[in-house]
């Protein structure tokens, strides 16, 4: 039973470049989420979805970074122009939907961006 | 969101207890108590959770305070692969959309041969 797969592992970008992160949530999982870690600092919410919807996006910066869960595929995050703050470690986590249930969070090994 | 406060650092000597302390006088009925471990270079993962009895699992025991104001995690012998950084979260079921966790600084254990 594969966990969540991200990939890729290490992306590198020059500024102004593209940076687009794939995220493939645990089977039968629904709802997917996106952390950035600074380095020596602590996970930074960005982004809560389920499938085709964004539930929470109040983590999120409100220019160049966008995501999407769509029906069929993995979560994507995309971050346009980027420059070299964007440099951090992208962490995906996903969840069965269970209302109230409390599942815990599977998160991935995480994806590496380093900008030039 | 109701805040938690961890030591930023602690160190135990292998295979002995470790007691790892939270603090969150502001908790409210409806948070639950989650604890996080976050390796070096991996993501993060689930140890344990609980709400008002002490829990315990393959991992850990939870403690948890009888005003839930505090809660300590408990990890019974400390093996090399137990350093990392520990985060307490306290996390919010009572509304839809409230499921996500705030990660604060955590305590960073390491662990002396």
């Known amino acids: 039973n594969a966990g969540v797969m991200q990939n890729p592992r290490h992306l590198v970008r020059r500024r102004g470049q593209e940076a687009r992160l794939r995220c493939s949530p645990m089977k039968g999982h629904s709802h997917v989420y996106w952390y950035r870690q600074l380095p020596e600092e602590g996970l930074k919410f960005m982004v809560y979805l389920q499938k085709e919807n964004i539930i929470d996006e109040s983590g999120m910066p409100k220019e160049r970074f966008s995501a999407e869960f769509p029906k069929e595929g993995p979560s994507i995050l995309r971050i346009q122009q980027v420059v070299r703050g964007d440099s951090a470690a992208y962490f995906c986590a996903s969840s069965p939907w269970d209302p109230g249930a409390n599942e815990k969070l599977f998160f991935g090994s995480g994806t590496q961006l380093s900008v030039l | 969101d109701a805040k938690t406060t961890q030591p930023n650092s602690m160190e135990s000597n292998e295979e002995e207890p470790v007691h790892l302390p939270c603090n969150h006088s502001?908790?409210?009925?409806?948070?639950?108590i989650h604890w996080y471990r976050q390796l070096p270079s991996q993501g993060p993962e689930y140890v344990i959770h609980?709400?008002?009895s002490n829990v315990n699992n393959r991992m850990a025991s939870l403690a948890i305070a009888e005003d839930r104001k505090s809660s300590t995690l408990i990890l019974h012998r400390a093996t090399l692969r137990d350093a990392a950084v520990y985060y307490c979260?306290?996390?919010?079921?009572?509304?839809?959309?409230?499921?996500?966790?705030?990660f604060g600084t955590g305590t960073r254990l390491t662990i002396i041969p």
């Open positions: 979260i306290l996390r919010d079921l009572s509304n839809f959309g409230n499921e996500k966790l705030t």
């Open positions: 502001t908790i409210s009925g409806t948070d639950y």
């Open positions: 609980g709400l008002t």
